[in-house]
């Protein structure tokens, strides 16, 4: 299974843009990239995953690098309601049993 | 509404007690999984399951069953709790797609262990 590097923590400012960064080195070329978050006191939420190209959704975007050895998750607006622990997790598109690995995350803290 | 229903936000059980932990999703998924939440060590999977009466050990299954009778309950079963299993165990769920679907969680049981 591919390992993750995301930082402990990072911190923002309400309003702000924010970019949450994951190094994913050994990750397969069949592998999916998936982004979790858990908001205090509850379970994970799923927030985007990609392949190859950037995505978009109404959460957050995804920029996948070239080389897809690293990812960046972007909110393009942090609110008080995004401060939560973000996951990245690859995930083997071969495989539909949905094991996802999680690690510690990067705890996002938004200051108003 | 998709939904993943775990029966007990808290219990507070006693060492050598039989616990059910209960799960119950309502959107037709083939996958459950249970984890379980420590400070400092993250998510970790205890056991998985893709069908009914199918099940797959996670990483730390020791001391630990589940069982799979419907479709849409997957219970997870401490024969003889002790304190170490004192925990936040999280229940989820996700269609069979190529990939892996997205996971659904419910809100997390927290057990405490005397």
């Known amino acids: 299974d591919a390992k993750t590097t995301q930082p402990n923590s990072m911190e923002s400012n309400e309003e702000e843009p924010v970019h949450l960064p994951c190094n994913h080195s050994t990750i397969s070329g069949t592998d999916y990239i998936h982004w979790y978050r858990q908001l205090p006191s509850q379970g994970p939420e799923y927030v985007i995953h990609?392949?190859?190209s950037n995505v978009n959704n109404r959460m957050a975007s995804l920029a996948i690098a070239e080389d897809r050895k690293s990812s960046t998750l972007i909110l393009h607006r942090a609110t008080l309601r995004d401060a939560a622990v973000y996951y990245c997790i690859p995930a083997d598109r071969g495989s539909t049993l949905g094991r996802l690995y999680f690690g510690r995350g990067t705890q996002l803290t938004v200051w108003p | 509404d998709v939904k993943v229903t775990q029966s007990s936000r808290y219990l507070v059980k006693r060492t050598g007690e039989k616990v059910f932990l209960e799960c119950v999703q309502d959107?037709?998924?083939?996958?459950m999984f249970w984890y379980r939440q420590d400070p400092g060590l993250g998510l970790r999977l205890i056991y998985f399951s893709y069908d009914v009466k199918m099940k797959e050990k996670g990483d730390i299954p020791e001391g630990y069953s589940v069982s799979r009778e419907k479709k849409e309950r997957f219970s997870l079963i401490l024969e003889s709790a002790s304190t170490n299993q004192t925990s936040m165990y999280l229940c989820?769920?996700?269609?069979?797609?190529?990939?892996?679907?997205?996971?659904?969680f419910g809100e997390g049981s927290r057990l405490t262990v005397l």
């Open positions: 959107m037709d998924h083939e996958n």
């Open positions: 990609g392949l190859t």
């Open positions: 989820a769920s996700s269609l069979a797609s190529a990939g892996g679907g997205e996971l659904f």
